[in-house]
């Protein structure tokens, strides 16, 4: 096996980045994200609630990074993933609710 000399690792670098930069997950902007209707209001999640979840989690999620869409996640995972993000954001617990909510779709 050949082995790579000091002055190619920064070409090296530059293609492993490229490729691991360029096979994201699913991500979408804030304009492909489901808007809630009174459809999707449950006896836990208000219209009101569900819209401010979504502006919230459009403007403190997409401030760090593309949006994954709601459905590709079940509660249980959605429940994980703000676990450990939702202290990187500085929403307080009220907001974070509200971003559960939206991303599970009151469920």
């Known amino acids: 096996m050949k082995k790579i000399k ?3 690792l920064p070409l090296f670098l ?11 997950k699913d991500l979408g902007s804030s304009s492909s994200l489901y808007t809630p209707t009174t459809a999707d209001v449950t006896a836990t999640a208000t219209l009101a609630q569900l819209q401010q979840g979504r502006a919230l989690y459009s403007s403190n999620c997409n401030s760090c990074h593309g949006l994954y869409m709601p459905e590709n996640y079940n509660p249980t995972q959605w429940g994980s993933i703000l676990n ?24």
């Open 6 to 8: 000091i002055y190619q």
């Open 14 to 24: 530059a293609v492993v980045l490229f490729i691991t930069g360029s096979c994201k």
């Open 84 to 107: 450990s993000m939702a202290p990187r954001t500085g929403m307080s617990s009220s907001q974070v609710l509200l971003v559960s909510k939206y991303v599970t779709k009151g469920k």
